[in-house]
């Protein structure tokens, strides 16, 4: 059994920093990518950024230069880092790790981006 739990979520007003953290626990062989995805009220989820088992990294174009992605391997755990946040960021934000070849989600943690 697979656990994801996130941590960081929060209220900032526009243009501060939030830095969410998702830490995966369990029965754990090997995490391939992790990702952030974020849903925000009346909207589908939608893909922020990932970070493959190598280091590579990809953003979408909304966050690119604003929100960096990391991961610490030894701990199981990815990273989001997100800075210059505009209202429009105000969403549930879910991790997303790949362990072998299975998806697993974690259960969202709420960003509010207002003054």
């Known amino acids: 059994q697979v656990q994801l739990v996130e941590s960081g979520g929060g209220l900032v007003q526009p243009g501060g920093s939030l830095r969410l953290s998702c830490a995966a626990s369990?029965?754990?062989?090997?995490?391939?990518?992790m990702g952030w995805y974020r849903q925000a009220p009346g909207k589908q989820r939608e893909w922020v950024a990932d970070?493959?088992?190598?280091?590579?990294?990809n953003y979408a174009d909304s966050v690119k230069g604003r929100f960096t992605i990391s991961r610490d391997n030894a701990k199981n755990t990815v990273y989001l880092q997100m800075n210059s946040l505009k209202p429009e960021d105000t969403a549930v934000y879910y991790c997303?790790?790949?362990?072998?070849?299975?998806?697993?989600w974690g259960q969202g943690t709420q960003v509010t981006v207002s003054s």
């Open positions: 369990g029965s754990i062989f090997r995490i391939n990518a």
């Open positions: 997303k790790m790949v362990i072998v070849r299975s998806p697993y």
């Open positions: 970070i493959a088992s190598g280091g590579s990294t």
